[in-house]
């Protein structure tokens, strides 16, 4: 199983971005899907959770910026990123369980957000 995580960028403060993770490999059942972020000198942060019928989670910090969406028939979650601050540069990481007792992360897509 591998996912592959795409979106990141730089971005003037106040923009937006959209972060993809796909998941690939031998999937029985693609079961919870989420984004983590780690800043430089910080621990990792989780984001926002995803069910696989669509129940969202989300962090404070993030909350009413940020919405995570998923395409199940594209094995894909989507993490729509809005009104960026430069405290939200990091490095973001997808995660997926999948078939019901493994956990996979993404190798990370850097999001840099300048004032």
């Known amino acids: 199983v591998q996912l592959q995580a795409s979106g990141g960028g730089s971005v003037q403060a106040g923009g937006s971005l959209r972060l993809s993770c796909t998941v690939s490999g031998n999937i029985s059942s693609l079961n919870n899907m989420a984004w983590y972020r780690q800043a430089p000198g910080k621990e990792r942060e989780l984001l926002a959770t995803?069910?696989?019928?669509?129940?969202?989670v989300y962090a404070a910090s993030v909350k009413g910026r940020f919405t995570i969406t998923r395409d199940n028939t594209k094995n894909t979650a989507y993490l729509r990123m809005n009104s960026l601050t430069p405290e939200d540069t990091a490095l973001y990481y997808c995660y997926a369980g999948v078939n019901w007792s493994e956990d996979y992360w993404g190798q990370g897509t850097l999001v840099t957000v300048s004032s």
């Open positions: 995803i069910s696989s019928g669509g129940n969202t």
